[in-house]
């Protein structure tokens, strides 16, 4: 079955540090996508950056960069030069790329704060 | 460009009673997918709409139904409502483009059910 660990409940990161946000996942399907959204307080997620199994780079968006380790199944979330802005929640989500799989499944989550 | 919009934003409830969620996709998006979303956990999907039909279902009894418009709007009902049915209600939209890499779920702010 598909799961997501994330084991970091809460992290800290003073403004302008980068900060890793682990994430761990077990699946048996060989093609794959991994996401990681924020959510503030406001609750809507928001769409940080993909990973597809198959990709050979790691991805890239803005702060954002995704770590990908195949082997070892993780894809931890790298934020570099942190922002106040940045403080909220981080979810790792999985997509099974199957054709008729269309469901995310999510970690529980970390909370980022980030300190002035 | 509006976002993926839902109603209402909070909603009481007591225990038996049935409640009726609502969501509008993004424009230009054909896909809405409902999540259940605890407090302190990450979303659990509950299903997925496209083309009116319902197309995968996550692990959640029969009390959860739902329907998708022509419009592509959608709505999430839930009957005999029971006190762990209180959550995070979020809607996804989604483009279908065959490119699976390219379909990522965009999200409203949610609907926070209470059941007292």
């Known amino acids: 079955a598909q799961k997501i660990t994330q084991t970091q409940p809460g992290m800290f990161v003073q403004e302008k540090e980068a900060v890793t946000l682990d994430c761990t996942y077990d699946?048996?399907?060989?093609?794959?996508?991994l996401f990681w959204y924020k959510q503030p307080s406001s609750g809507e997620m928001i769409f940080l950056i993909y990973q597809g199994s198959y990709d050979q780079q790691n991805a890239t968006e803005g702060r954002y960069s995704l770590n990908f380790q195949k082997a070892r199944k993780s894809a931890n979330l790298v934020i570099s030069a942190s922002q106040l802005g940045d403080s909220a929640m981080y979810f790792c989500a999985m997509r099974d790329l199957q054709a008729g799989t269309y469901k995310y499944i999510f970690g529980t989550g970390t909370r980022l704060k980030v300190l002035a | 460009d509006a976002g993926v919009t839902q109603s209402p934003t909070h909603l009481i409830k007591t225990r038996g009673q049935q409640v009726t969620l609502r969501c509008s996709p993004k424009s230009g998006h054909d896909t809405v997918s409902w999540y259940q979303q605890a407090l302190g956990q990450g979303p659990q999907f509950i299903f997925q709409y496209y083309e009116e039909e319902e197309r995968q279902r996550g692990n959640f009894p029969d009390r959860f139904s739902g329907h998708q418009f022509p419009n592509y709007s959608s709505e999430l009902n839930v009957n005999a409502l029971l006190l762990g049915d209180s959550a995070l209600y979020l809607c996804?939209?989604?483009?279908?483009?065959?490119?699976?890499?390219?379909?990522?779920?965009?999200f409203g702010s949610g609907t926070q059910l209470s059941v007292l």
């Open positions: 699946t048996s399907d060989p093609s794959y996508g």
């Open positions: 996804a939209s989604s483009l279908q483009t065959g490119i699976t890499t390219n379909e990522k779920l965009f």
